[in-house]
T-cell receptor, first 115, second 115 residues
Framework: EPEVTQTPSHQVTQMGQEVILRCVPI?????FYWYRQILGQKVEFLVS????????KSEIFDDQFSVERPDGSNFTLKIRSTKLEDSAMYFC?????????????FGPGTRLLVL | AQSVTQLGSHVSVSEGALVLLRCNYS??????LFWYVQYPNQGLQLLLK??????LVKGINGFEAEFKKSETSFHLTKPSAHMRDAAEYFC?????????????FGTGTLLAVQP
């Protein structure tokens, strides 16, 4: 069964460093999402992406964050200068369609720890 | 604004007992509601979803949920718990009115199943 994959599974970085989290969505999917979950808190929407553009972003997704689909298969989330509060589990999700028929399929997540 | 509230961050049941995980929603438009499950070290997996068709929704692994508009609830049930059901369960709400279908999650309920 097709699945969303994410790399790395764990990432430790120093505050101020740039990190890139990678996701490979399901191959025929067109809509892509990033969510994050700070330990002990809710899963929160960060950004959605369609047709090489951001469709919607949350207030969390400030200028330190960016997304791109560099090669038609990968979908990346970049944090330019990490802060301690960026420590969280980051989930990528993809879906084939919008509307009632949509199901978002999630990857296993990348646990980011900023020291 | 849409939101979901999950009552009980931890629920413990005996194997074979009824599972009841509670979710209440708030939405100014007809909601679409979801239950996702997260097994240890895995991504979020869709259990079931309500998209304005039948109010009683059957999902995978013997779970079902009933949409009750009068109570703004979408509780998840399973008649007989199995050890493999031990996981974290997330309720989520979305509306398909915009350019994307971002999911808004509850805080999750960790289900423990005792032998």
């Amino acid at each position: 069964e097709p699945e969303v994959t994410q790399t790395p599974s764990h990432q430790v970085t120093q505050m101020g460093q740039e990190v890139i989290l990678r996701c490979v969505p399901i191959s025929n999917h067109l809509y892509f999402y990033w969510y994050r979950q700070i330990l002990g808190q809710k899963v929160e929407f960060l950004v959605s992406f369609y047709n090489n553009e951001i469709s919607e972003k949350s207030e969390i997704f400030d200028d330190q964050f960016s997304v791109e689909r560099p090669d038609g298969s990968n979908f990346t989330l970049k944090i330019r200068s990490t802060k301690l509060e960026d420590s969280a589990m980051y989930f990528c999700a993809s879906s084939e369609v919008l509307g009632q028929q949509e199901t978002q399929y999630f990857g296993p997540g990348t646990r980011l720890l900023v020291l | 604004a849409q939101s979901v509230t999950q009552l009980g961050s931890h629920v413990s049941v005996s194997e074979g007992a009824l599972v009841l995980l509670r979710c209440n929603y708030s939405s100014s438009v007809p909601p679409y509601l979801f239950w996702y499950v997260q097994y240890p070290n895995q991504g979020l997996q869709l259990l079931l979803k309500y998209t304005s068709a039948a109010t009683l929704v059957k999902g995978i692994n013997g779970f079902e949920a009933e949409f009750k508009k009068s109570e703004t609830s979408f509780h998840l049930t399973k008649p007989s718990a199995h050890m493999r059901d031990a996981a974290e369960y997330f309720c989520a709400v979305s509306n398909y009115g915009g350019a994307t279908n971002k999911l808004i999650f509850g805080t999750g309920t960790l289900l423990a199943v005792q032998p």
